[in-house]
């Protein structure tokens, strides 16, 4: 599976973003695909996953009810939608899938896309 996330840029505080997630390849395989987010220095943060049949949706809680996850499967795309953006929401963001299960476990992720930069300025 190959993914390529897009939809990264430069936005005001309380500001609103959309990041896409295309996939390609073996598709079928994909049981779930997950959001993180990495600052320099610290570890790679879940943000929210969907699962890949059933749609099902889940957060970590920094960004409940702020952030949305929505997939089209047609289009073999994920979407994270981000509102109320807050400084601290700076980050690389990557997507990923599992081909297994749908968690939240960074290791747990099979094949990751190359990231996009979120910048918030405050």
């Known amino acids: 599976v190959q993914l390529q996330a897009f939809g990264g840029g430069l936005v005001q505080a309380g500001g609103s973003l959309r990041l896409s997630c295309a996939a390609s390849g073996r598709t079928g395989s994909i049981s779930a695909t997950g959001w993180f987010r990495q600052t320099p220095g610290k570890e790679r943060d879940f943000v929210g996953g969907i699962t890949w049949s059933g749609g099902f949706t889940y957060y970590a809680d920094s960004v409940k009810g702020r952030f949305t996850i929505s997939r089209d499967n047609a289009k073999n795309t994920v979407y994270l939608q981000m509102t109320s953006l807050k400084f601290e929401d700076t980050a690389v963001y990557y997507c990923?899938?599992?081909?297994?299960?749908?968690?939240?476990?960074?290791?747990?992720?099979?094949?990751w896309g190359q990231g996009t930069q979120v910048t918030v300025s405050s």
């Open positions: 990923a899938v599992d081909t297994s299960r749908a968690g939240s476990i960074a290791t747990a992720y099979d094949y």
